[in-house]
T-cell receptor, first 116, second 113 residues
């Protein structure tokens, strides 16, 4: 299985400040990587996914961006946070596609972001 | 991915079996049924998946109706640690390259000591 590391675990930031959340993956090579956001009491919303270094696809237009500088590193950033950016941010990983048995996503512990 | 319907919440007594239902009446022949669960303040974790036949693993069992329009996740002996939101998701294996894993609102399972 894979192990997903995320930090920080919690973060309180003022409106207008920058953001950088980091995710690293162990236990697999060339994974597909994902950033999700979960607002309080809501389901998961896919924000970005990446199938390789430097390859980022955005699911929802917003003031967030993602980068993948290394094979097993995924970063979520913002230049200026909004109140609506508050939520629980989750990084996930999936092995490269090899049939239904590989179609399992492994999630990290998450970062709880509060924008004040 | 096709849509699923689950009850918003369920309760069960500790050490008793739990049957979590999921309806997917528009399921196609190429849809796999996946279950994830999310414990409080944690990321989701994979539980089990299947296509047509019932499946068992160390965490749970998955019972799939003969017409595949519904399925049931079975926790054989619930513990307090099983209290979580359980998500039933359909994944079409033909959608290679479809990276979106669509989580609905799931079923919030409460375990009563």
């Amino acid at each position: 299985s894979q192990t997903i590391h995320q930090w920080p675990a919690t973060l309180v930031q003022p409106v207008g400040s920058p953001l950088s959340l980091e995710c690293t993956v162990e236990g697999t090579s060339n994974p597909n990587l994902y950033w999700y956001r979960q607002a309080a009491g809501r389901g998961l919303q896919l924000l970005f996914y990446s199938v390789g270094i430097g390859q980022i696809s955005s699911e929802v237009p917003q003031n967030l961006s993602a980068s993948r500088p290394q094979d097993r590193q995924f970063i979520l950033s913002s230049k200026k946070l909004l109140l609506s950016d508050s939520g629980f941010y989750l990084c996930a990983s999936r092995r490269p596609w090899g049939g239904h048995s590989t179609d399992t996503q492994y999630f990290g512990p998450g970062t709880r972001l509060t924008v004040l | 991915d096709a849509k699923t319907t689950q009850p918003n919440s369920m309760e069960s007594n500790e050490e008793e079996p739990v049957h979590l239902p999921c309806n997917h009446s528009t399921i196609s022949g190429t849809d796999y049924i996946h279950w994830y669960r999310q414990l409080p303040s944690q990321g989701p974790e994979y539980v089990i998946h299947g296509l047509t036949s019932n499946v068992n693993n160390r965490m749970a069992s998955l019972a799939i109706a003969e017409d595949r329009k519904s399925s049931t996740l079975i926790l054989h002996r619930a513990t307090l640690r099983d209290a979580a939101v359980y998500y039933c998701i359909l994944r079409d294996w033909r959608n290679f390259g479809n990276e979106k894993l669509t989580f609905g609102t799931g079923t919030r399972l409460t375990i009563i000591p």
